[in-house]
């Protein structure tokens, strides 16, 4: 039975389902749910972006065609809103152009209906996954960007010069200071960036937002 849609509620992964044919969504419904896989079904794109959805892993499976806004619509508002919800297609009408489209926009696989059970819950799988390590690089990051945000603007230039390989006395001329000062420097950027070597102090330089990067600010 599907969950109501208002619910907030933590915990199991969450599959959306959007087809505007009824026996299809509680087809895809009841399979999910017997291999114990909530899900949430939904009539049509704007029945979706209307509802209050709960924050969980999980994925979206959209048909392609459909009355109103299809399911490559869809795809696009949400990855305009920063929603990369990781989306399954199913679609009676697959061609080459469609599929490249979807899958180049992002989308886990792109069934063909009638599916075999196992493929859609192969891809639901898959589906859940993505959804489960994005959400966690997302957190990882937003994290070390409120590490970088404690960071003051003359650490944030020594941590872009070591970033980019400077040696301590290379970056004290650059910046017209002391080897002792930069080192002084270095020292507090790893300590508020809670880097136990170099090496990871590069990789959580390497794991922020390009704009960060490029300009150390």
Not at 31 to 51: D, H, M, P, Y
Not at 156 to 167: C, D, N, Q, T
């Amino acid at each position: 039975m599907s969950m109501d849609h208002g619910v907030k509620v933590d915990g199991r992964p969450l599959v959306f389902i959007v087809d505007d044919d009824a026996e299809i969504r509680n087809g895809v419904n009841d399979l999910l749910e017997s291999v114990g896989i909530e899900a949430a079904a939904f009539a049509s794109t704007r029945e979706l972006l209307e509802a209050d959805l709960p924050d969980r892993p999980g994925c979206m499976i959209l048909d392609v065609r459909m009355p109103g806004s299809s399911g490559l619509d869809l795809q696009d508002r949400l990855a305009a809103k920063g929603d990369a919800k990781p989306i399954v297609f199913l679609t009676a009408h697959g061609d080459v152009p469609m599929t490249v489209k979807a899958m180049k926009a992002g989308a886990v696989d792109f069934l063909v209906k009638p599916v075999r059970d196992q493929a859609l819950l192969d891809a639901v799988s898959a589906g859940i996954k993505r959804d489960i390590a994005q959400q966690a690089s997302a957190r990882s990051i937003r994290r070390q960007l409120e590490l970088f945000a404690t960071l003051t603007p003359r650490e944030r230039e020594v941590l872009l010069w070591v970033a980019r390989g400077r040696l301590n006395k290379q970056i004290a001329f650059d910046l017209g200071i002391s080897e002792v000062t930069v080192k002084l420097h270095r020292s507090n950027v790893m300590r508020k960036m809670k880097a136990c070597s170099l090496g990871a102090l590069i990789r959580i330089w390497e794991a922020l937002p390009t704009d960060i990067r490029q300009g150390g600010s």
